[in-house]
Every structure is written in C-alpha cells, then in structure tokens.
C-alpha cells in the first residue's frame, strides 16, 4: 500500500507469469490531478526501456479503476542489502552502482527525472541485478506543472541540494542521489545523518561532503573522488548525466595501475616521518601505500652465496677485538684505558650502575617560639542578697468574655463570562466556516495575525515539500514524520479582562476520506480536539470560540496545533496545510 496506491500481486493468465498490478485507489480516481500523475508515471516508465528500469507491460481503464500492469521483480531492495551487509567489497559497490547509472541513462535518454532515485525505489533481482522502480513524482518535458500541493520532491537523505531549495530539478540532481547511494554503499552510512529530514536538507545544501576513505581506507582514491565530485553542491561542477559518471567510473585505473603510480617511500626517511607523511596525505583525501620493506631486506636477497659475507665480517670482528687486546698488553704499564670505537656488550654481560648520590635536605630553621598573651580575667564579685520588701498581693482581674466575629470569606474567583452573541453563531467549541462567526465579530474586535510559517516546527513550503502553496503556508504531517506539532507565540495585555477569544484558522486537510485528527493547546491547556475542520483538497478558513480563555495570560502566550495522527511520514498522509493563525479578542 502507498499514499494513493496499492499494488498487487498478480498472474497474467495470456501469458502465464507473474506481474504487478498498481492501483489508483478509488477516492482519488474521481480527481482530475490524481488521474493526471497516475497517467504520467505510466508513460514515464514505458517510454524508458533498460535492463535495470522496471518494464511497464499495459495502463489502463475498467470502469472506475485505473491501473498499471509492471514487472515483478521477486527480491530485496537495495536498502535492505545495505542494511545486511553495507560496507561493500569495492568490485561489487562498482557493479551495482553500475547498473543504477546505467538505468538511469535510459531514463535520462527518455527527457525523464526521476526525482526520487533511493535505495528503496531499486529492486534487486534474484541474481543481483539492480532495477529502477517508482516513477511516482517522475517529470517529463511534456509533465510540466502536474506535481500538485503537498507532494513530496523527493528523500531528505538522497535529495540533491537545488532539490532541497526548491529549484527545478535535472538529471544532475538524479547522480546527486547517485552519488549518495555510491556513498552509502562503500561506507554503509550516509554523508549527511541527521535527527530529522530539515537537517539533513541543510546538510545537502551548506555542509561539504565527508571524504569517504575517512570511514573505509580501502575505498581506492580515485573512487573517492569519482563520490564526492557526484556530491558536489554546485550542479555545474558535478556529473551532468549518468553517462558521464559511469564514464568516470570505468576509467578508474586497475588496483596494479593505481599501485604503479603510487609514489615510493624514501628510505631515508625515519618509520615516524613515513606515518606521519602518510597521515598528512589521508588527510588531504590521498592515503599513500605502506612503506617497502627496509633496505636490509633487499641486500639479503641479493644473489650469491649467502654465507661469504657473513664469514667476512665475523674474521673482521675476530681480528679488530685481538688487536684490541694487543695494545692493551703492550702499553708500556700506561694505565689509561684505550679508546675503542664500537663496543660489543654480550647478553650475559651485567652493569652495575654507578649509585647515585642522593641530596643532602637543608635544614629546616627552628621557628622562634612566641609566648601567649594572658587574657586578664577580672575578678568574681561576691553576691550579696537583695533584702526582699514585703509586697501586697494584688487580685486577679477576671477578663470580659470577647463577641465572637465571624470570619471574612475569601472572594472565589469567577469564571470570565463569554461576550452575548448574535442568534445563529456557532456555539463556544464548535469549529465551523469563519463566515459563520461574521455577526460575532463586534465581539473580539482586537486582533492577531500569524502567518503558517510562524508555527515552529512545521514543514515549511521552501523546503521544497509542498508546490503551488500560497505564501507562508507549512504543513504537519504525523507524529511519526518529526513534523506533526507546530508552536507560534504572541503577546497579550490586561488579559484578566478578556471575557472570550476566537481562534480562526486557515488551511486544507489532504485528499484521503479520512480527516486528520488534531489538537489544539493554549499555554499548554487542550482547548480543542477533534477531526480536522478543513475539506480535503480545498483551502477555507474555520473558526471556533473557545470554551474556557482562563490559560490567557499577561505577555506571552502560546498557541499549540499537533497532527496526533501517528501513521504516515514526512509527504504522506494524514497532513494538514495551515496558512494564517488569527487570533481575535477584546479588552
């Protein structure tokens, strides 16, 4: 199942194979535009014929069911492999990347964009080839402004950066997402992770790509290259076409060429300076080889007996350390000690070391004791006793008893009343037409205007998510996309005379039958939740009179709209599209 299709399974009884029929659902065949794009994605692929692009075997009409006769392709997609496997041996990166060009060459050829080139939309079949599938948001030069309100462009994590902005996408924006599988597959990551699809979109648009041998340095250096110059942000600097990346690809050098071109390592370099001149260069995207063998190693290869150099230089020793000893006895009684140039200390030779000297402490200097100062302590006067005199004693008055007053009751707060509205306005919780509030608003003659756009959180229309939107308009999506919950702030005076607030909204709930469930909060307090109010498919402004205004409070307050739906993602339904937040009161 898809947002506006399902597919099924199927058997060709003409021909006696399997297919896979896709479905234009029912409510959405009755749409002119569904139908439209339905009718596109049909031609877009059958004019594109390619051993790596799903074939399309029949479109068509009965009664009220459209519907797409394709190719099965009975096997993974590729997303699950990378999953599975990811990173890749470089030779079979190579080849699957190969035959997602390739593909993409003949749709390329058609005058098509595919637009949405992922790991999802490639099927592989049983013996590993790979095949475009998912002509779904795919442009043509004859399809030119078909992609209505609300569809989605593209991937976050694949999309080129002039996708992301909004700009009219080419086939270079199809090797961008190119490149991004290629990267993926050797690394079995993406160039641009992120919490959510905003900031992986500012990633492909501000952030360089990450070299990709920094997480796999078996990648060869060229194939680095051939990666990031597909990722590339400029368009004009990358890959034009998929011919031109494949063409890049099949003429990166074997692994003995590329070994050949490699510079050697100087010998009179010290191994440090070696792995540091080889950090240097990985740093800079271009890893050297490890250092040849020492020196030594090639002279022991060297041809000829092995063991005639060896007995030289042990004669040599023999005759240096004799005329050592020779000097030393004929020294005419000298006590010095010849000087002698190497010295040959054996395993079992023991040096004891010469003791160190250890420091004599200075002495510390005796402090000069200082005497205490005696607290004088005055002396302890003798107590002499009062004489007592000779008191009366006085009666006890008996107090009057008090009048008990009773206590003064605490002032309840209460409620704000609601302002007298005119015989036909919606009742306080009723979301309904704004036009049907226009008696009542006498009542809430102050007012606050909040762009779409203002509701942090939301899914701007820039972002290249929504087509053909008025100015300022953002969507929620579900819960599950990370764009289900839009906040806006305005400020309010003298609120403890507020008596009632109209809150009015303008939007569109997408094209399912099924209305997007909502909330709507005022400083953290639901004041309304139910269906979405909007038609599908059809801006119009609803207005509802809240119930209780007691959240309004002095200076900021906060209005809250979630999309509680929790199925779907970002470009799917359930969405709703808000263009203005009003906010009308009276003081």
């Known amino acids: ?45 059958a004019a594109v014929a390619s051993p790596n692009v799903v074939d399309v075997y029949d479109y068509g009409r009965q009664d009220d069911t459209l519907y797409i006769v394709m190719e099965w392709v009975d096997g993974i997609d590729l997303k699950q492999l990378i999953r599975q496997r990811a990173p890749l041996p470089v030779p079979e990166a190579i080849a699957l990347i190969g035959g997602i060009l390739n593909g993409l060459q003949a749709i390329h050829r058609a005058g098509v964009v595919h637009r949405d080139i992922k790991p999802q939309n490639v099927l592989l079949t049983a013996d590993g080839t790979p095949k475009l599938g998912d002509f779904g948001i795919a442009r043509g030069p004859v399809d030119a402004g078909l992609t209505d309100t609300g569809m989605a462009l593209g991937t976050a994590a694949y999309m080129a950066p002039e996708q992301a902005t909004g700009a009219p996408p080419t086939p270079s924006a199809d090797v961008y997402a190119a490149g991004v599988i290629l990267f993926e597959l050797l690394t079995g990551r993406l160039p641009f992770p992120g919490e959510n699809p905003v900031q992986v979109m500012y990633q492909h648009v501000n952030t360089p790509p990450p070299n990709p041998r920094a997480f796999n340095p078996a990648i060869p250096p060229a194939l680095g290259a051939v990666t990031l110059r597909a990722l590339a942000k400029n368009p004009a600097t990358r890959f034009g076409d998929a011919q031109q990346m494949q063409a890049a690809i099949d003429s990166l050098p074997s692994a003995d060429a590329a070994t050949a071109m490699l510079p050697k390592a100087d010998p009179r370099t010290t191994p440090a300076e070696q792995t540091r001149a080889m ?49 030393a006895s004929h020294n005419n009684g000298s006590p010095s000690t010849p000087t002698v140039p190497a010295v040959v200390v054996s395993p079992s030779a023991t040096t004891t070391p010469a003791p160190t000297p250890t420091p004599t402490p200075k002495p510390s200097p005796t402090p000069t004791p200082v ?28 107090p009057p008893t008090p009048t008990p007053v009773p206590p003064t009751p605490t002032p309840q707060p209460t409620a704000k009343p609601q302002p007298t509205n005119p015989p036909g306005t919606p009742p306080p919780g009723t979301f309904a037409p704004a036009d049907q509030f226009n008696g009542a608003l006498a009542n809430y003659p102050k007012e606050v205007q909040l762009p779409g756009t203002a509701l942090q959180g939301a899914y701007p229309a820039g972002q290249g998510g929504i087509q053909n939107a008025p100015p300022g308009t953002v969507a929620l999506f579900s819960q599950a996309s990370g764009y289900g919950t839009g906040q806006v702030q305005f400020n309010l005076e003298r609120s403890d005379a507020i008596p009632g607030v109209l809150l009015e909204i303008t939007g569109m709930d997408d094209v399912d039958r099924d209305k997007v469930p909502i909330r709507i909060k005022l400083n953290g307090v639901t004041v309304w939740e139910g269906k979405s109010p909007f038609a599908n498919g059809q801006w119009g402004s609803y207005a509802v009179i809240l119930q209780d205004v007691s959240p309004i409070k002095d200076g900021t307050n906060t209005v809250t709209i979630e999309n509680t739906g929790s199925r779907g993602n970002l470009g799917v339904a359930p969405w709703i599209l808000i263009q203005e937040v009003t906010v009308r009161y009276r003081l």
């Not at 099924?8 to 659902?25: E, S």
């Not at 022991?300 to 000097?327: D, E, K, M, R, T």
Request: glycine share 6%.
């Open 1 to 45: 199942e898809g947002s506006f299709s399902e597919t099924y399974l199927a058997t060709d009884t003409a021909l006696g194979r399997r297919v896979a029929v896709k479905v234009l659902r029912a409510s959405f065949a009755a749409d002119a535009r569904f139908v439209a794009r339905f009718e596109r994605e049909a031609r877009a692929a």
């Open 279 to 327: 950090r240097a260069s990985a740093g800079a995207g271009n890893t050297a080889p490890p250092p040849p063998p020492p020196p030594y190693r090639r002279a022991l290869q060297a041809s000829g007996p092995a063991w005639l150099p060896i007995l030289l230089a042990a004669l040599l020793v023999v005759l240096v350390i004799g005329g050592v000893i020779f000097l």
């Open 371 to 398: 005497p205490p100062t005696p607290t004088p302590v005055p002396p302890t006067p003798t107590p002499v006793p009062p004489t007592p005199t000779p008191v009366p004693p006085t009666p006890t008055p008996v």
